[in-house]
């Protein structure tokens, strides 16, 4: 990596380059959200800007949280007697 990018997340973050290699996603995450103030999501407006590049789910908009996915097999009625025949 250049050094002048290293320097610039550095000065954008607030933490030494090493201290944000032995950082968890998690705690990467409640960092991110503490200097923001705002949850991290992923948003579920299409951007067809961007459908071309990269990792198609991004660009789809089909990434999902794990709290998403909890929630959306919490709504899922599961009938057992059919599941089972």
């Known amino acids: 990596m250049n050094k002048n990018t290293i320097r ?4 954008d973050s607030g933490f030494s380059f090493t201290e944000m290699l032995s950082l968890s996603p998690y705690a990467e995450r409640k960092v991110i959200e503490k200097k923001t103030g705002k949850k991290l999501i992923f948003s579920k407006l299409r951007d067809f800007r961007k459908l071309g590049r990269g990792n198609p789910l991004i660009a789809r908009r089909e990434i999902a949280t794990m709290e998403e996915v909890d929630k959306e097999l919490s709504g899922i009625k599961w009938n057992w007697n059919r599941a089972w025949k």
């Open 8 to 11: 610039r997340m550095e000065i």
